[in-house]
Antibody, heavy 125, light 110 residues
Framework: EVELVESGGGLVQPGRSLRLSCVAS????????MHWVRHAPGRGLEWVSG????????GYADSVKGRFTISRDNAKSSLYLEMNSLRLEDTASYYC??????????????????WGRGTTVIVSS | QSVLTQPPSASGTPGQRVTISCSGS????????VSWFLHVPGAAPKLLIY???QRPSGVPDRFSGSKSGTSASLAISGLQSEDEADYYC???????????FGGGTKVTVL
């Protein structure tokens, strides 16, 4: 069974950092691009970041560019999101999602077909 | 304000057909394929449609997707009570260089 399990969420003060992790099982993790998507209270889904299968290309939403860093370790079937300079508006459930193919962008990207249950980040003083 | 525009709500009685629209522009829907997701807050989102009109295995054929120009739509036929959820369209945006989601449509089964 394909499964993605996120961890690392919690309560953090504005300006501090947090690192999210996502461990995959039941898939050839190295073959697929991956995404982070978040859902803030009272708002819709928002794409945060994506990374190609070999870490050759990464992308970020403008709202997190320069503050968040996505990375992966294919040997550990793991995806990460390093979040720095956290803001109140970063409060959300963060989901790890598998891309249908090797690329997270453009016409070669068809969507996120497997999702984790999410980890919650609360930024508050 | 979302890049992709969806109606905030839609409803129908059991067995009815409901259609959800998703309006975008050339850099997103106009040039790329569209995905549709079902999300019950607190649970993992679920892919319903990818590649504009393809259903993943396990998704009933009651769900169908289409696109015309810069707009896409999701149709749910034979509406069931378990279809109550938030539905989102999404696609890659060549100008923003990122994925964009619609604001979501809450479907209610009356």
């Amino acid at each position: 069974e394909v499964e993605l399990v996120e961890s690392g969420g919690g309560l953090v003060q504005p300006g501090r950092s947090l690192r999210l992790s996502c461990v995959a099982s039941g898939i050839n993790f190295h073959a697929y691009a991956m995404h982070w998507v978040r859902h803030a209270p009272g708002r819709g889904l928002e794409w945060v970041s994506g990374i190609n299968r070999n870490s050759g290309s990464m992308g970020y939403a403008d709202s997190v560019k320069g503050r968040f860093t996505i990375s992966r370790d294919n040997a550990k079937s793991s995806l990460y999101l390093e979040m720095n300079s956290l803001r109140l508006e970063d409060t959300a459930s963060y989901y790890c999602a598998k891309e249908t193919g090797a690329y997270f962008y453009g016409s070669q990207s068809h969507g996120m077909d497997v999702w984790g249950r999410g980890t919650t980040v609360i930024v508050s003083s | 304000q979302s890049v992709l525009t969806q109606p905030p709500s839609a409803s129908g009685t059991p067995g009815q057909r409901v259609t959800i629209s998703c309006s975008g522009s050339r850099p997103n829907i106009g040039l790329n394929v569209v995905s549709w997701f079902l999300h019950v807050p607190g649970a993992a989102p679920k892919l319903l449609i990818y590649g504009t009109s393809q259903r993943p295995s396990g998704v009933p054929d009651r769900f169908s997707g289409s696109k015309s120009g810069t707009s896409a739509s999701l149709a749910i036929s034979g509406l069931q009570s378990e279809d109550e959820a938030d539905y989102y369209c999404a696609t890659w945006d060549d100008s923003l260089n990122g994925w964009v989601f619609g604001g979501g449509t809450k479907v209610t089964v009356l």
